[in-house]
């Protein structure tokens, strides 16, 4: 009787210390992110471009990391954990280190070159800097899913799951809003090497809760069904392409309801983070008696659904009726209130895989890290694939629709036939909304000369009424009305760099604003 009652006191003790060592890596790989990001915004500039090398290097190596971490897992899992989370706490801080030799390595490749050969430079000492620690960190969810007990594992494997992205949604605010302020980006680099080494430590901890459970604990086997893995690995791939195709849209939208970017980013990021985090907690309870591939299909069509109606709320409602708003937290306050249960219900889907992945209880690691693996490099191609070809060709508004087809067509896949008109329904009347129109943000109206979209953001060209032709980006006055003092010496100062490299000439054309941009 006291053996099986202090049994039962070390699986609640084991499962306490992987979920807190879940929260410290996360908070630890988001405070490191974000660091990352924004040495890097500062070498490689803040366009589309640089961020899409950044992050597109980021999710590849987490990638690998997630299938190294499930190859890994088939023997001592606790251990090698452990090791992981220590290899952390240097790896970050020597790679934050490694981003303050960027400006030697690009200065080598000269102005001259190729925009393609600038990028495969940038991509190279982007890889240099990150791929150890973020193979590391993506080795860390399939360890800590093969520590857990394996009656355990279908409930306990998405609350871990929840608890790690929680955990980064508190890193991206924390190191955003107050420690790169306080401590500056080397000293928050160490701060998330201390939370690494704590993580270390109760894995360490943890060695003798594991020693008392026996393999036969382990291999103890409750009633329960799972489904199809193809249905898992579709549902998760699709997931993550869709998850970074709607965060990449609403980082537009958002930047162009506030006007400004740090905000906007970080805004997004934490509310899209505890949204997820959250929805992975309740996914246990969610899924209990309703083990079906059906659930999935059900799950991606909602997704598709909620982010479809949350773009037209967006650009159709909240974008024009925001600047009869005050200040900027009421403007925070009812974006959230749109970004909160689209993906609240987005966020369900991976859960969802995870529990209902077969091969779940017996290799827990492996078969999570495969599918972590996938959902990885799908947001890579998610990201990338908004960014460079859906929103460039049709514009921010359209790009929520179209982006609904990839969850609609894995819906379509797993969803009985005669259900399947009735997304084909779905599909039609999403192609019938016309685009919202174009917003003027002159207060006294005035005719709008040219209004696009750039890698930087959504740009209008408007004629006011009482005369100056104006620059808006984001919404924000990018260049001031011609005439104006600061304006004029600005760009006459200008004017004569052109005759400083071709003195033969006998006059310039200056084409910019004289703020750099």
Known sequence: MSSTIEKSVNEENLLQNLALVAFLSGLAALINEVVWGYRFSSQLGSSLLAHSCVLGVFMVFLALGAL????????????????????????????????????????????????????????LVVTLCLAIPCTLMGMTLPLLFACLKKTVVQESAPQIYGVNTIGGALGALLSGFVLLRAVGVIHSSLLAGVFNLLAASLVYSSLSLTTTLTDNDRAEEVESSFVAESACYIAAFVSGAYVLSLELMWLRLTNYVLGERAAAASLLIGIVLLALGFSAWVTPRFVKGRESSLLLGYLLT???????????????????????????????????????????????????????????????????????????????????????????AVGSPKAFLLSALFPLAAAIYLLPKEKRAVLGLVVLVGFLIPNPPVYNPVEDGGEILAHREDAFGVNTIVKSTSGPVLLYSNRSLLVNPIGLRSTTLAQHLQGHLPMLLASESKSALNIGTGYGI
């Open 302 to 392: 909602a997704s598709a659904i909620v982010g479809t109606l949350s773009g037209i709320l967006g650009w159709w409602f909240l974008v024009p009726w925001t600047e009869k708003l005050t200040g900027p937290l009421s403007r925070c306050f009812y974006t959230a209130l749109l970004l909160l249960p689209t993906f609240l219900i987005v966020g369900l889907v991976t859960p969802a895989s995870i529990c209902l992945l077969r091969g779940l209880r017996e290799q827990a690691g492996q078969v999570t890290g495969l599918l972590f693996f996938g959902n990885a490099l799908a947001a890579m191609v998610g990201s990338l694939f908004t960014g460079y070809c859906l929103v460039p």
């Open 68 to 123: 190294a971490g499930g190859k890994f897992s088939t023997f001592q899992p606790v251990r090698r954990l452990m090791l992981v989370q220590l290899a952390l706490a240097f790896a970050g801080p020597l790679a934050t280190a490694l981003t303050g030799t960027l400006p030697r390595y690009l200065t080598i490749v000269g102005m001259s070159s190729s925009t393609l050969f600038r990028l495969g430079n940038d991509v």
